[in-house]
């Protein structure tokens, strides 16, 4: 069985940053590709960042220059780190891994989200 869990989350004011961190804990053979999602109060769903097993990444327009993803194939880990963090990225974060089990089968995951809240 595999599980995700994230960590990380809290208060920040205006301008500080966060890293946000992700595990992939069970029978996991491989994590091909990292996705962080979030979702702010009154805002659409939204890709915020991911990453793939050979490291190519991509970043919403909103969060290029700031955030930055990065994963650790042998420890089976994601992490966000998030700078210059403004009251628009308030929202809850989930991680999303593509795994390869060690059954060899494949199937995706879903962190249980952790609350990221950028307030003076």
């Known amino acids: 069985q595999v599980q995700l869990e994230e960590s990380g989350g809290g208060l920040v004011q205006p301008g500080g940053s966060l890293r946000l961190s992700c595990a992939a804990v069970g029978s996991v053979l491989s994590v091909n590709e990292w996705a962080w999602h979030r979702q702010a109060p009154g805002k659409e769903r939204e890709l915020v960042?991911?990453?793939?097993?050979?490291?190519?990444?991509d970043y919403a327009d909103s969060v290029k220059g700031r955030f930055t993803v990065s994963k650790n194939n042998d420890l089976k880990l994601s992490f966000l780190q998030m700078n210059t963090l403004n009251p628009d990225d308030t929202a809850v974060y989930y991680c999303?891994?593509?795994?390869?089990?060690?059954?060899?089968?494949?199937?995706?995951?879903w962190g249980q989200g952790t609350l990221v809240t950028v307030s003076s």
């Open positions: 960042a991911r990453v793939t097993l050979g490291g190519n990444t």
């Open positions: 999303n891994a593509e795994v390869i089990d060690r059954n060899l089968h494949f199937e995706k995951y």
